[in-house]
């Protein structure tokens, strides 16, 4: 036998047989998460939780071990062990802080597909971990370790800020700065209470109400007048009276409160699509991917003149991107009944709407690596496909290149739809306070009683999280 020919064999079936190895991995993350999912969207949280118990086996491996944190962290809030959750939500922030990839991690991305590599979480995901650790320590009182958390999340904001040089469209947060806010009015620091519900005003107004459609929620600016009342700011609050059509309230220091946090239905899933990207000459060792219908130009140099006639020769090249695919939340509101008093929830927080925002401002950067990535492996077919002595080298490679094209579809499944919230003023002494979520067609579904004893002057924090979905949809 032909010794090329015997060589070319052994690449073609070694090259095949991790194919075979790889066609699982070419599902979904949420596909491969499915009957974890399943457990979670029927309440079986004992399944759910045989299924994260093996912390061993998942700290063992960075590739997901922020998705599991994450996970576990979430699924423990859901059941009111705010203090378990919380240690896997401080896993979860030491693993982004410590999150740099290796040239390793760096090579799998580029010569496998990003979702090889360890994942760091999205922008938004990193921030919104600090979300739950702070409703945690505030379900449990300790006003002062929320505040902390409180704090990263503008921290990280900042950061991710400042990694893309300020031209990101997801680059304030203005829930993050309302829960500041509503910290600091629990703990009775109402100069910085005032602050943060300045700051968290303005970007909903500038920010959130133009990219994401989030109106400015009517209890933040009942908040805003609020505190600059307490703190004797009465120009302010004469210009926001006049500005919200509102009269400045004053706190019945006699009675206490209940702070409801309502986390409605699950944020997007990430999917993959497909596009085919022209080839074009660019000039001095330059070629430029280009797809018209983003009207996107990418310049891409290769070091040798036959490498750039080679991917000229190619014409178009396929490349794999992540996309997401909303969860419609089965519930449009809910209210919130106690003594005869009936109280609404406003939306504070748009995961779903950040969630492609995020997306969008990283895209260049995705768009970028990939066609690096698809660029390399297609060069490799193109020129085993010039030589008759390496067709089984020819195969092979145009086998792996094809499988192994694939959009990074992981992230954090278990994030709500949106966050809402509500203020409720109640007497002193146990109270009842029933939470009622309705569909689109006004018809109850969640109902919910939460017993709690008031204290004069204090704030009672709440939450929960309604799952129920209608169905998928893209946008």
């Known amino acids: 036998m032909n010794n090329s020919v015997y060589k070319n064999g052994i690449i073609f079936y070694a090259v095949l047989s991790f194919i075979v190895l790889l066609l699982p991995a070419c599902a979904t993350y949420y596909q491969k998460n499915e009957e974890f999912m399943n457990a979670v969207y029927t309440n079986n949280f004992d399944a759910v939780n045989k299924l994260l118990k093996d912390d061993a086996s998942w700290e063992k491996h960075d590739h997901n071990k922020l998705l599991f944190y994450l996970n576990k962290g979430t699924v423990l809030w859901m059941q009111g062990d705010y203090m378990n959750s919380n240690v896997y939500f401080q896993k979860a922030d030491f693993f982004v802080e410590d999150y740099n990839k290796s040239a390793g991690d760096f090579a799998l991305t580029l010569l496998v597909n990003a979702s090889a590599s360890k994942y760091g979480g999205e922008n938004f995901e990193q921030i919104l971990l600090h979300y739950y650790g702070a409703l945690n320590y505030l379900s449990l009182g300790q006003t002062e370790e929320a505040l902390i958390e409180g704090k990263r999340m503008l921290e990280k904001m900042q950061k991710i800020t400042d990694k893309y040089g300020n031209k990101n469209k997801y680059k304030r947060d203005a829930f993050a700065h309302n829960l500041l806010g509503l910290i600091y009015d629990i703990r009775g620091e109402y100069n910085d209470a005032y602050i943060a519900y300045k700051n968290s005003y303005d970007i909903y107004k500038d920010d959130y109400l133009k990219q994401f459609g989030t109106p400015i929620p009517l209890q933040l600016k009942k908040d805003l007048l609020r505190t600059a009342k307490a703190i004797g700011f009465y120009e302010e609050v004469r210009t926001f009276e006049a500005e919200f059509n509102l009269k400045a309230e004053t706190l019945d220091k006699e009675k206490g409160q209940v702070l409801f946090f309502w986390n409605n239905g699950l944020g997007p899933i990430k999917d993959e699509f497909s596009i085919s990207v022209m080839i074009i000459p660019y000039g001095d060792g330059w070629v430029e991917f280009v797809y018209p219908e983003l009207g996107i130009a990418i310049p891409f140099r290769t070091n040798d003149k036959d490498q750039n006639k080679d991917l000229l020769d190619m014409k178009y090249i396929r490349l794999a991107l992540p996309k997401y695919v909303s969860r419609q939340p089965y519930y449009t509101r809910a209210q919130l009944n106690t003594n005869g008093n009936t109280f609404s929830f406003e939306m504070g927080e748009d995961i779903n709407a950040i969630a492609y925002k995020s997306l969008e401002d990283r895209m260049g950067k995705e768009l970028a690596m990939g066609l690096s990535r698809v660029?390399?492996?297609?060069?490799?077919?193109?020129?085993?496909?010039?030589?008759?002595?390496?067709?089984?080298?020819?195969?092979?490679?145009?086998?792996?290149?094809?499988?192994?094209?694939?959009?990074?579809?992981?992230?954090?499944?278990?994030?709500?739809?949106?966050?809402?919230?509500?203020?409720?003023?109640?007497?002193?002494?146990?109270?009842?306070?029933?939470?009622?979520?309705?569909?689109?067609?006004?018809?109850?579904?969640?109902?919910?009683?939460?017993?709690?004893?008031?204290?004069?002057?204090?704030?009672?924090?709440?939450?929960?999280?309604?799952?129920?979905?209608?169905?998928?949809k893209a946008r």
């Open 375 to 472: 660029a390399l492996k297609q060069l490799a077919v193109y020129k085993a496909q010039q030589n008759k002595d390496q067709q089984g080298l020819a195969v092979a490679a145009m086998l792996y290149s094809a499988f192994s094209e694939k959009a990074d579809t992981r992230n954090w499944q278990l994030l709500p739809y949106s966050i809402n919230y509500s203020r409720v003023p109640l007497d002193t002494g146990a109270q009842t306070i029933q939470f009622e979520a309705y569909n689109e067609q006004n018809i109850k579904g969640a109902n919910k009683s939460f017993d709690v004893k008031i204290a004069k002057g204090s704030t009672k924090v709440l939450s929960l999280q309604t799952i129920e979905f209608t169905g998928f």
